[in-house]
């Protein structure tokens, strides 16, 4: 499996515009996880789902910040508009339930300024 | 508000020493403590977790000590390499279903110099 995939790697933005970050988790994963890391407040849950359904947003900082899960296989974290107190990596995390592991894997982020 | 609290913010140590990370949590709802290892550039990886039933669990050269009453856990890298050099988080979580969420602790900075 080739992991949990993000794009873009990084993106640059001007302040006002709409951003969508993407996320394809491991194959049979049935919870997926947003986290936005900064240096200021680290890593920070925004939101996750399970089967495709959210079940915590409470992360979510603004009503700017939306996302979806519309199959298993993709998500889509969008903010709008974008402020640049956003800039961030953003990590999309995956994982599954069966076996007893608890184990996030993350993908390997999205680096968003926006100027 | 914290609920896992880590510390140091940074640690250096030369090569062959056991650098020792700290964390505490203040809700006693968390029955699931891993070890995130993050890499310059790449996303957090699982290096090892312990459940509450369990004082101490070793992997390798990482070991994870806990205690229950005071709240608090560690983690100890023995014979500490400059590969080790990373980025290390705390983590809980309450593992019922449907709450799966990770709360991360701060980071710790660790440099293991030649």
């Known amino acids: 499996d080739a992991g949990v995939i993000q794009s873009p790697r990084h993106e640059v933005t001007e302040m006002g515009q709409e951003v969508t970050l993407r996320c394809k988790p491991i194959?049979?994963?049935?919870?997926l996880f947003w986290y936005r890391q900064t240096m200021m407040r680290g890593l920070e849950l925004l939101i996750y789902?399970?089967?495709?359904?959210?079940?915590?947003d409470s992360g979510m900082p603004e009503d700017r910040f939306s996302a979806k899960m519309p199959n298993a296989s993709f998500s889509t974290l969008k903010i709008q508009p974008s402020e640049p107190r956003d800039s961030a990596v953003y990590f999309c995390?995956?994982?599954?339930?069966?076996?007893?592991?608890?184990?996030?894997?993350f993908g390997p982020g999205t680096r968003l300024t926006v100027t | 508000q914290q609920q896992v609290k880590q510390s140091p913010q940074s640690l250096i140590v030369q090569k062959g020493g056991i650098p020792i990370i700290n964390c505490a949590y203040e809700?006693?709802?968390?029955?699931?403590f891993p070890w995130y290892q993050q890499f310059p550039g790449k996303g957090p990886a699982l290096l090892i977790a312990?459940?509450?039933?369990?004082s101490e669990k070793k992997e390798g050269r990482f070991t994870i000590s806990f205690n229950k009453s005071a709240k608090q856990f560690s983690l100890h890298i023995m014979d500490s390499q400059p590969g080790d050099s990373a980025t290390y988080f705390c983590?809980?979580?309450?593992?019922?279903?449907?709450?799966?969420?990770?709360?991360f602790g701060s980071g710790t900075r660790l440099q293991v110099q030649p």
């Open positions: 995390a995956s994982s599954s339930h069966w076996g007893g592991s608890y184990e996030q894997y």
């Open positions: 194959s049979g994963h049935d919870y």
């Open positions: 789902f399970n089967n495709n359904v959210p079940i915590d």
């Open positions: 809700n006693t709802a968390f029955d699931y």
């Open positions: 312990i459940r509450p039933d369990v």
């Open positions: 983590a809980a979580s309450k593992g019922d279903t449907g709450r799966r969420a990770l709360t």
